[in-house]
């Protein structure tokens, strides 16, 4: 054990012994000044007492007030309060004492503990300010002159942290857009105006910035961007839990693109949700792995996790392991398993999001997706139908749209099929969006792998761009989406603006700091890839009560001409599946390409 270490115990221990001598030096003098430094021999005789008293009360009430448990490295005018509080209360302690045991405590002249009070806020207050000003120029050497955006009690709670906390910053500087603040001071650091960046670098030599405001993504971007302008390669976002530091993190591509929605309904999902047994399939998947986390957190009753990856099962099952769970290895497929597990768990509500969804993949593997994705669909579908499952959940994308590529036509079968089969009791809901960041196989990774090697960075094509959106966020609005769906209906999420790929490449070598060393190479489009991701057939849609919510109107299908043509789709040969694809989405329109 280091007895120098900074910790809470030693910091009290250590105040406690220079309060324990302070407070003598200061009655002893209080008893010099009473007496003009000649103190008579009976005052004299009679001061261990009054001092044994006194200190006590002091030490008594400066616990009591928790003097012993801040940081005084930081000192500032909340603690000084608190020491000033506590003192009073510990000399109108000492007060009512003398005015009961007035025997115990003669001689003694009552003007010294008025003279005392003020000497002990003096210096004992002296010694802490003296102290923090010590460590403030001693440590300044050491750490780098940071800046925080957000004049927010959060960032008074980062400052108290940088402080006492070995964290390599020093805040020298707030900087804030809201005029009401501006030239204020937040624990004694001053408030510069946003819009004055540069001059507070150059002033300050600010090397490092700290964000502790939350802004939406454009705001951020926007401040990023001109801090990267000014030179500034080390900004972090803070994260707090209460008013404690839990996390300072790098910005990352998520934050700077992410569509935070603000109309997410966290009470309609917790009722849609809370003591209810969901089967998830694809539970090993992004998507339905983060839906399965959604549900323990709103209080699902029961998880049944279906997935054909013994890793991936394993994985979100190990996560979730205090919660109860029914890992099933399964395949989607197995229309006889699959029937088996709905019937024996009678799950209330099923979230379909097992799928192939890679779209080169998929079309080098059409008959594998046919299979997979819409058979697989239509088995848990009819499984649902027929043990009377209240609501099932299809997971779609924004590749059905006018689709291009076999992964998208086969997802828009499956949006056909939740549409137009007699669902009897179930209520049956499709919901599409686009990609989310950081889900497996899609571009954020890949780029991050990229610049881990050096380089390059391929883009497709300087043109295309995508839609974007946080996995949690999407997978809570899905589940919203699911709680207000009647059947039948399609919903779409608001994916907000579409972003150039080759905007979001750049966006993460400057992240990175390797925008001057790795190029960009665009490679051409892949199999079945365009360059517009669509998220609505036209303008027809209907808003929702949410604004990140739509829903569309339905396509009349006849039922038993789609379920004639599936059965014939299985059985085509793989040659001859995309052809019979756009027999059955008309709007299917393949980008011709060769296998190798």
């Not at 005789?45 to 012993?68: E, G, T």
């Not at 402080?163 to 020298?172: F, S």
Request: a positive charge; charged letters at 25%; proline letters at 4%.
């Amino acid at each position: 054990m280091n007895i120098f270490k900074p910790t809470v115990a030693n910091r009290a221990i250590f105040f406690l012994i220079f309060d324990l001598l302070i407070s003598l030096f200061t009655l002893y003098l209080s008893y010099l000044l009473r007496f003009n430094f000649h103190i008579p021999a009976d005052h004299l005789h009679n001061f261990p007492k009054v001092f044994v008293v006194l200190v006590s009360l002091k030490i008594l009430f400066f616990f009591a007030f928790k003097i012993y448990f801040f940081a005084w490295r930081f000192f500032s005018l909340n603690e000084a309060k608190k020491l000033l509080f506590a003192h009073i209360a510990a000399y109108f302690g000492f007060t009512i004492l003398f005015l009961f045991f007035k025997e115990f405590f003669i001689p003694m002249p009552r003007s010294v503990i008025l003279i005392d009070f003020f000497l002990s806020i003096f210096f004992i207050g002296g010694f802490r300010f003296l102290k923090r000003l010590f460590l403030e120029f001693s440590k300044k050497g050491e750490v780098k002159p940071t800046m925080i955006i957000g004049a927010t009690p959060k960032a008074v709670s980062l400052i108290r942290h940088f402080v006492t906390e070995k964290a390599g910053y020093w805040p020298v500087a707030i900087v804030d857009d809201n005029s009401s603040m501006i030239n204020t001071y937040l624990a004694n650091i001053k408030v510069y105006d946003l819009r004055n960046l540069e001059r507070v670098i150059e002033k300050l030599n600010i090397s490092s910035v700290i964000i502790a405001k939350d802004y939406d993504t454009k705001k951020l971007d926007k401040i990023f961007e001109r801090l990267k302008e000014l030179g500034i390669e080390d900004i972090k976002l803070a994260k707090l839990l209460g008013d404690r530091v839990e996390e300072l993190k790098d910005i990352s591509i998520e934050d700077l693109l992410a569509r935070k929605p603000k109309d997410l309904d966290i009470k309609v999902i917790k009722d849609f949700i809370e003591n209810k047994t969901v089967l998830i399939t694809g539970a090993g998947g992004s998507i339905g792995s983060e839906i399965a986390r959604q549900c323990s957190r709103f209080g699902a009753k029961k998880l049944i996790l279906l997935d054909n990856s013994e890793y991936n099962l394993y994985t979100i099952t190990e996560e979730l392991s205090t919660y109860d769970i029914v890992p099933l290895m399964q395949t989607v497929v197995d229309r006889e398993a699959i029937n088996k597990t709905i019937k024996k768990y009678r799950p209330d509500i099923i979230v379909h999001a097992a799928a192939y969804k890679h779209v080169p993949l998929v079309e080098f593997n059409p008959k594998e997706a046919v299979i997979n994705n819409i058979l697989g669909t239509k088995n848990v579908i009819d499984a649902s139908i027929k043990y009377g499952v209240k609501k099932f959940v299809l997971i779609s994308t924004d590749k059905a749209v006018r689709p291009t590529n076999v992964m998208g036509a086969t997802k828009r079968v499956c949006e056909l099929y939740a549409q137009n089969v007699d669902a009897k009791e179930t209520e049956i809901v499709a919901v599409r969006f686009g990609n989310v960041l950081g889900s497996s196989g899609s571009v954020i990774p890949k780029f991050k792998e990229q610049i881990k090697k050096g380089g390059p960075l391929t883009v497709t094509h300087p043109e295309v761009t995508r839609y974007f959106m946080l996995i949690p966020e999407a997978c809570k609005l899905v589940l919203q989406a699911a709680a207000i769906a009647k059947g039948g209906e399609i919903f779409i999420l608001d994916m907000g603006e579409p972003v150039k790929i080759v905007d979001l490449a750049k966006k993460m070598l400057k992240l990175y700091g390797k925008e001057k060393e790795i190029e960009i190479v665009f490679t051409g489009l892949r199999p079945g890839e365009k360059l517009f991701e669509e998220l609505l057939l036209d303008e027809t849609e209907q808003k929702t009560k949410y604004e990140s919510i739509y829903v569309t109107r339905p396509t009349i299908y006849d039922i038993d001409v789609l379920e004639k043509n599936i059965e014939e789709l299985l059985k085509t040969d793989e040659n001859s599946i995309v052809a019979k694809l756009q027999e059955i989405v008309k709007e299917f329109q393949p980008k011709q390409y060769k296998k190798s």
